[in-house]
């Protein structure tokens, strides 16, 4: 099973609104990965948790605030984002950081 | 800073046809390097991944190679069929087990 499991599919939220991103993964990987991708763009990482612990933050603002609350568990915590925070967020684990990565499908986010 | 550059842009091939993607980066101090499909609005497929160490990778019809020294990679399709169309992204990874990803290249294989 090489799966990673992201909820919900799709997100649209007003710019007040405080709305979280999941991703599950049991594989038994300890490194989770949030990336960002705009229309027609490659992925962009956000942030790294490797064995539960942030290993690196991409200058992210801090209206997008992980959490990794075990091993299996990654969210994506997201409050007062802009319209142009509007993208496919992706989250990736892979069995250590210079491991294969397995993405999952994807959360479509739409600020409005 | 690592950079990566991915061509063709766009291919586009009739069924049957074997054909080859590019993919170029900048520093040579990788990790590995892995090879993506993504299908449009979904997530990322992973499809080979190569070792510094390691030259080549197959499964199946795909065949990935790696000249680390002359910072290049191959990703040969045999047989392209019309489910292979595509966005086809490959990304390097350095010792900060980030990837970095090229802009891709978007495959349409026509019937």
């Known amino acids: 099973d090489t799966e990673v499991t992201q909820t919900p599919k799709h997100l649209v939220m007003g710019m007040t609104n405080k709305k979280s991103l999941k991703c599950e993964q049991h594989?038994?990987?300890?490194?989770m990965y949030w990336y960002k991708q705009k229309a027609k763009k490659p992925p962009e990482l956000m942030f790294v948790?490797?064995?539960?612990?942030?290993?690196i933050n991409e200058s992210v603002p801090s209206r997008f605030s992980p959490e990794c609350p075990n091993s299996s568990l990654l969210n994506l915590h997201l409050h007062a984002l802009q319209p142009e925070d509007s993208a496919l967020y992706l989250c990736?684990?892979?069995?250590?950081?210079?491991?294969?990565?397995?993405f999952g499908q994807g959360t479509r986010l739409t600020v409005v | 800073k690592q950079e990566v550059t991915q061509i063709p842009a766009a291919l586009s091939v009739p069924e049957g046809e074997n054909l080859v993607l590019n993919c170029s980066f900048t520093?040579?101090?990788?990790?590995?390097l892995q090879w993506f499909r993504q299908d449009p609005g979904k997530g990322l497929t992973s499809l080979l991944l190569?070792?510094?160490?390691?030259r080549e990778q197959t499964s199946g019809r795909l065949n990935a190679s790696l000249d680390k020294s002359s910072g290049r990679s191959t990703l040969y399709i045999a047989a392209s069929q019309p489910g292979d169309s595509a966005t086809y992204l490959c990304?390097?990874?350095?010792?900060?087990?980030?990837?970095?990803f090229g802009q891709g290249t978007t495959l349409q294989v026509k019937p």
């Open positions: 990736a684990s892979s069995q250590d950081v210079w491991a294969e990565a397995f």
């Open positions: 594989m038994g990987h300890r490194a």
């Open positions: 948790y490797s064995y539960e612990k942030l290993s």
């Open positions: 520093d040579s101090a990788i990790y590995n």
């Open positions: 190569i070792q510094s160490s390691q």
């Open positions: 990304a390097v990874e350095g010792n900060t087990g980030k990837l970095i």
